[in-house]
């Protein structure tokens, strides 16, 4: 495959992967970017192997992210805090609102241990198979299997109250 046949295959799952685990929507799309173009700068050196070409975007990209995120810890943010003309608070957001479900999903990933963490969002978010996730932790396909399952697990005590009764 050509690296523009790469991109189109794997931006999309990677740049849903990178918003699902932190990321911003525009930083996911700048980080897609920065890994690509390093994956150009080394295109005579890769092998004609399509999971190895997928698994180093993804390390490539998560490494670049780290970078960013360890500049962006030097920085001192304020939170702005707003409230309407009358000063009254909002009301506690619905369970059926998307962002509400968002944020709670969001947290629920954020609590579960990295390597659980990383497996289920590379399986369920960034679409990668189990070879490919292996391939991309250094781990077994069943120790990816069993990642993934702990963390659906947790996943499901963790978001409880979400389920309809």
Known sequence: MTIEEHYKAIAPKLTNWLVATGSSYDDACDLV?????????????LRDNDSAVAGLVYTI?????????RDDAKIAFVEEIHEDAAGATQ???????????RGRIQKALEQLPPLLRE??????????SIREIAHE??????????????????????????RPE
């Not at 009301?91 to 479900?101: Q, V």
């Not at 497996?119 to 990668?128: D, K, R, V, W």
């Open 91 to 101: 009301p506690a957001p619905s369970p059926s609102d998307a962002a509400y479900l």
């Open 137 to 162: 932790t250094g781990a077994t396909e069943n120790l990816v299997k069993v990642r993934i399952h702990r963390a659906k697990q947790k996943l499901q005590v963790l978001l409880a109250d979400l």
């Open 33 to 45: 970017q920065r890994a690509f173009l390093k994956i150009w700068e080394i295109r005579d050196d």
């Open 61 to 69: 990209a998560k490494n670049l992210r780290k970078n960013v995120w």
């Open 119 to 128: 497996a289920y969002t590379l399986f369920q978010i960034g679409e990668l």
